[in-house]
């Protein structure tokens, strides 16, 4: 857990200068669509990019303005601080509109900050749709990139070092999935943030390096005997973009709410699911990043996405769901509203939180809301504890009033 925090509280983490010092290069990717299978294969280091030691956003407004989500200023006022200056690569995804401009304006910042433009910088694109169509056009972004970083860093990717980068990758989602099964039990072993500092890990070490830690951790996991969740009541936290390990415990430290579920681009959604290791691997590579994707982006989607977090409630035994999202993030905040209308009549109480990405300005607001939302599930809980549970809406059956309540 020591290496997996280092690697969650700090960009320049040390697993990443140890690599840094061995000669090898780094790139640097903003999104999960973006395989690091593809960069393992060729000996390259990928590092999921973050925000988290922002401090201001004086350059990124210079090229930004204003009214934007805060996540990609923050990523590109680190680029012009050269917090970043130990990449040799960059991957910019749209994820997003505001993900879209941050390629554009960190090109222009470069005209203006000598040395923040790595040597290979490279817009990778992604449909928003996973139809036939749309996994084709997926398809040949993948080939486009795999030719691109075979040309810059002078390396080769074979379907053999894919098939095997697979394999790799795969040995340690397997084992995420034992540690999110574990949070879905009654009696929780694992706080949330101890779950997420080692997802989060496991975008930014060496994969042989995360998959040995993590294998102890699990190990030592399955030692426990503690239960970190009695009497607590059991949260799910979705919405936009969240690296920042401060949020976890905001939600979980002296509130009597304990984490045992997330729907984020950065948490245990993108490490799920396993890869095919049969077959092509570019299409399997593509039907993993593509076809299972759960993110607001994608077009015509969002019954799945809404099954994916009624089946999450249901699995963890989740009393409410906690929605932020960073302002000005259109996508999820729309996407917020319409869960919060669709699990509400079920059930299952939500919060719905805006707020800035980064520094934790508001967490005095963000913990009096929390609290005010706690307060009301206990609330309900002790009114359920009394009625007949038949009455209740059947869709999301099987849960209990909190042990506190009874």
């Known amino acids: 857990m020591e290496t997996f925090l280092d690697a969650a509280t700090k960009i320049q983490c040390r697993s990443v200068l140890d690599w840094k010092k061995s000669g090898k290069p780094i790139v640097g990717y903003t999104c999960s669509y973006t395989p690091p299978e593809i960069f393992y294969a060729a000996g390259i280091l990928p590092v999921r990019m973050r925000g988290i030691e922002t401090e201001g956003t004086d350059i990124a407004d210079a090229y930004f303005g204003s009214f934007i989500c805060s996540f990609p200023k923050s990523l590109l006022q680190l680029a012009g601080k050269k917090t970043y200056s130990f990449l040799d690569g960059a991957v910019i995804t749209p994820g997003c509109d505001s993900m879209r401009r941050l390629d554009e304006c960190w090109r222009t910042a470069g005209k203006d900050h000598e040395g923040i433009v790595p040597g290979f910088f490279y817009y990778f694109d992604v449909p928003h749709k996973s139809e036939a169509h749309g996994f084709r056009w997926f398809v040949d972004e993948l080939k486009m990139l795999i030719h691109a970083v075979e040309k810059h860093f002078g390396v080769r990717i074979t379907d053999e070092g894919l098939k095997n980068a697979i ?96 729907n984020l681009c950065f948490g245990i959604r993108s490490e799920g699911n396993e890869i095919e290791e049969k077959g092509d691997p570019v299409e399997a590579l593509a039907e993993h990043y593509l076809a299972q994707s759960t993110c607001p982006r994608m077009y015509g989607r969002f019954g799945e996405r809404l099954s994916y977090i009624k089946d999450k409630v249901k699995q963890a035994r989740v009393d409410g769901v906690v929605m932020q999202n960073i302002r000005f993030c259109d996508l999820h905040a729309a996407e917020n509203a319409l869960y919060e209308r669709h699990l509400e009549p079920l059930g299952v109480p939500c919060l719905r939180l805006e707020r800035e990405y980064g520094p934790m300005v508001d967490a005095g607001r963000m913990k009096l809301r929390l609290n005010a939302f706690l307060e009301r599930i206990k609330k309900a809980d002790r009114i359920i504890a009394d009625e007949n549970e038949s009455e209740r809406v059947d869709d999301l059956p099987d849960r209990k009033p909190l042990e506190a309540a009874r």
Do not use: C
């Open 167 to 262: 394999r790799k990758f795969n040995a340690g989602r397997r084992m995420l999935q034992e540690i999110e099964a574990m949070r879905s039990q009654k009696e929780v072993v694992v706080s949330g943030t101890e779950v997420f500092a080692a997802v989060i890990a496991g975008a930014i070490l060496p994969r042989d390096e995360y998959t040995r830690h993590l294998e102890r951790w699990l190990a030592e996991l399955k030692r426990r005997k503690k239960s970190l969740s009695k009497g607590k009541i059991r949260l799910m936290l979705t919405g936009s973009a969240s690296d920042e390990i401060h949020l976890f415990q905001l939600l979980e430290e002296n509130t009597g709410a304990i984490l045992v579920a997330e």
